[in-house]
T-cell receptor, first 115, second 114 residues
């Protein structure tokens, strides 16, 4: 298993500003994943972050809007840029810890409200 | 492409009644399938998983799911619902091509009536 810590747990931001969300894992992992969960919706994968390379974005998500850093094997950040109310969502970090784990583990999420 | 479809965005049962949440998958190869639960204002918790071993998978809190290849289904069941089971349930599939990632169904909200 893995313990995943996300900061902040929640925030209220003004439109037009940016927020950086941090994800810290208690073990080294090759890939980290960022998801968005809009109000009342399911989880949508934003991007996959590998250490030492650029993140891979899913269709509908772009680097300019959601820049991601992955400086080492236990940490990643997701920035939500130039926010609008439509960005109000829960953002979750996810990993597959170890070599035998088949399932994804999730952080508690960051609840973002844009006003 | 691999995906999952959850039938029914809302399911309502009485306390003590059978819970059945439906999930169908689309995959050209044997999939890894999962059920996650999300309680209000909480993170995701894994209920159970299928990884090509036993087709009947038992999870936490009395839930189980059966993998049926002929029906491409992975429905979640619990013999007797409890009020504490009220939550959002997500079926998910792990895609193993080009790296791997988990894709989620739309979710089913379970309501339990007293």
């Amino acid at each position: 298993s893995a313990v995943i810590s996300q900061k902040p747990s929640r925030d209220i931001c003004q439109r037009g500003t940016s927020l950086t969300i941090q994800c810290q894992v208690d073990s080294q992992v090759t890939m980290m994943f960022w998801y968005r969960q809009q109000p009342g919706q399911s989880l949508t994968l934003i991007a996959t972050a590998n250490q030492g390379s650029e993140a891979t974005y899913e269709s509908g998500f772009v680097i300019d809007k959601f820049p991601i850093s992955r400086p080492n094997l236990t940490f990643s950040t997701l920035t939500v840029s130039n926010m609008s109310p439509e960005d109000s969502s829960i953002y979750l970090c996810s990993v597959y810890p170890g070599t035998g784990n088949t399932e994804a583990f999730f952080g508690q999420g960051t609840r973002l409200t844009v006003v | 492409a691999q995906s999952v479809t959850q039938l029914g965005s809302h399911v309502s049962v009485s306390e003590g009644a059978l819970v059945l949440l439906r999930c169908n998958y689309s995959s050209s190869v044997p999939p890894y399938l999962f059920w996650y639960v999300q309680y209000p204002n909480q993170g995701l918790q894994l209920l159970l998983k299928y990884t090509s071993a036993a087709t009947l998978v038992k999870g936490i809190n009395g839930f189980e799911a059966e993998f049926k290849k002929s029906e491409t289904s992975f429905h979640l069941t619990k013999p007797s619902a409890h009020m504490s089971d009220a939550a959002e349930y997500f079926c998910a599939v792990r895609i193993n091509t080009g790296g791997f990632k988990t894709i989620f169904g739309a979710g089913t909200r379970l309501f339990v009536k007293a």
